[in-house]
């Protein structure tokens, strides 16, 4: 059953003279790209299939097709549907230039694609129209959306698909996924993508949107999140990027950059993460929103992430500035440090090792003394959830009146990371 029954003809219209110009076109010597495909089954001969590749053929021409009057009437027809308002709520923001050429790219040229798609090319079929069409439908008047954007991984590896909370995951990517649906994609993924150890994973946002929902998810910030909590977990020099790609019902909605300290790789050996690695990421990307409404927090969170891509003397002074922030409490470098030292340390002996090592943040550069330990630091503030508290207990162990304050990141086993 049709649900908008003039939306459906304004499309059938849109794709009837988009055929049309294409077929124009190629009968006056356009020629369109064919891929020769070869099929192989068990006990069976080799087929051979030469498969119209009408998605680039239609990108490339959709400038063209917008210009057509049944597409202005087509574009028309969807700006008065209260559905589509998720897809032109940040033209801007996608790199398109209005609304219109929101719903071109999202709605339209996609339509026109598999409509052709499934009717092998561009001989029209009433059938193959009706197929795209009960789908879109289906996607823009159903009860919820689905929205899903991905970005690819460097700097790790993974033996199977590892879960961070939240709809996000680390999985493996297939071999030419992100060009089959972004056909722009080639040039936007980092270098080597696909072909090395280290750089064969995307990280994956998927979330059911409401009914009416105006926006989609704040994907670079979620994902900038989730790098930030890996980079924590693991110490590994992750990043993702340099951009992630957008579905919206399966289908390609946009191309966004990924913020940039997390689309950029800080030096390091590669990670493997497995699945300890990926539950106190996932456990840390929860907690990094302790940050909102923690001051301290969050300049600790942000000076120990600048310091990765930074040397001496720049490094230290921001592992300095960190470490105060996240455990000095207005007592300066020392107190934060023997702090750090009480929080790490197992044993006595331990605890003097580290203060020594901290101590040489206030003398002068020693970044790659302590570095880790800042880290492992923020890593333990984070795992026990209230920093103040934490510090009120950490003074009073060292006054001998209460044990040292145990937290889950110490009482798990540590995890495997090593270079890939």
Known sequence: MIRAPHLHQALRCFCLGAFAAVGRELDGGGELPFAFEEHHGAGRPTLYEYRPLVRPFLEERADRIAELADAQAALAEL????????????????????????????????????????????????????????????????????????????????????????????????TGELAAHWPQARGLLPDRFEREPDRICVVELEQTLPEGAAEVPDAPGELADAITALRLASAGPIAAGPVLFERLDWRPYGIRPVLPIAATPPPGEPVRIDSVTAGRARRLRERLTLADDDRELGEALDRWELSLYQSDPFASEQLRGSLDAVLGAGDGLFAASLRAAALLGETPRERVELLDRLRLLGVGDAAALTADLVRRALVEVLEDGNRHGLVRALDESLLGLRPKPKSAARLEPVAAVGSV
């Open 79 to 174: 700006e008065r549907q209260p559905a589509v308002r998720a897809l032109v709520s940040r033209p801007r923001s996608s790199g398109w230039r209005d609304s219109r050429e929101a719903l071109l790219r999202t709605v339209l040229v996609p339509l026109l694609e598999e409509v052709a798609e499934v009717g092998g090319g561009f001989n029209w079929s009433d059938e193959a129209f009706e197929r795209a069409y009960g789908r879109l439908e289906t996607s823009l008047f159903g009860s919820q959306r689905s929205y899903a954007a991905v970005a690819p991984l460097v700097g790790l590896s993974i033996g199977s698909l590892q879960d961070l909370g939240a709809g996000l995951r680390i999985r493996h990517v297939a």
